[in-house]
Nanobody, 115 residues
Framework: QVQLAESGGGLVQPGGSLRLSCAAS????????MGWYRQAPGNQREFIAV???????KYADSVKGRFTISREHAKNTVYLQMNSLKPEDTATYYC?????????WGQGTQVTVSS
């Protein structure tokens, strides 16, 4: 029912910026929060950022000060502005939505930071 579509990934040089988008569609009664996770090959999926329905945000220490999560509530869309990108940010980024008593995941978008 609920589907998440990520976009905005790509190749960027160290120090560059990207903005990821995640659009949620389907029947959603209430959204608890939307967030971003990432997973590099051989690594566990890790939490990056979340924005709750009330607007509060949380960030992983590894991205704090560099990444900003925001949303357009009317569009059920969440963004991740990524600045000062580092090679270690290279991963597949996944959008997550908590709502209707369930967690939903997108298919992921690849971010590669390399010179």
């Amino acid at each position: 029912q609920v589907q998440l579509a990520e976009s905005g990934g790509g190749l960027v040089q160290p120090g560059g910026s990207l903005r990821l988008s995640c659009a949620a569609s389907g029947s959603i009664v209430g959204i608890y929060g939307m967030g971003w996770y990432r997973q590099a090959p051989g690594n566990q999926r890790e939490f990056i950022a979340v924005i709750r329905s009330g607007g509060s945000t949380k960030y992983a220490d590894s991205v704090k000060g560099r990444f900003t999560i925001s949303r357009e509530h009317a569009k059920n869309t969440v963004y991740l502005q990524m600045n000062s990108l580092k090679p270690e940010d290279t991963a597949t980024y996944y959008c997550n939505l908590g709502g209707d008593g369930n967690d939903y995941w997108g298919q992921g978008t690849q971010v590669t930071v390399s010179s």
